[in-house]
């Protein structure tokens, strides 16, 4: 992930400055049939104290999103569907994600 792409993924032009953004990935799954999708997003800021401030916005009643913090990095987890309840999925997903921290 580049700078650029967390200011986007922030959706604030000089996030990653603000935030002392150093490195992050990101992937998207999609399923094949349906509007279901997962986002999974890791970042790296300068040191815990500007992870430990800094979340994402969500604006819509049916993405879920599992977020953590573990030293300088963020992980945050967003699935997105029609439903109002998260899958028992996104849970067992985030602790897999989170291990590789």
């Known amino acids: 992930m580049t700078a650029a792409a967390y200011d986007e993924f922030m959706n ?18 999609d399923r094949n049939i349906g509007e279901d999708s997962m986002r999974i997003t890791l970042v790296e800021l300068r040191s815990p104290d500007d992870a430990d401030e800094t979340k994402p916005e969500s604006d819509g009643s049916y993405e879920h999103d599992v977020q953590a913090v573990k030293g300088s990095r963020l992980m945050f987890v967003e699935y997105l ?4 309840s998260p899958p028992p999925l996104l849970a067992s997903f985030a602790e897999q994600q989170y291990a590789r921290l």
Do not use: I, L, R, T
């Open 12 to 29: 604030h032009s000089g996030a990653a400055g603000e935030d002392h953004f150093v490195d992050g990935y990101q992937v998207v799954y």
């Open 81 to 84: 569907n029609d439903k109002p």
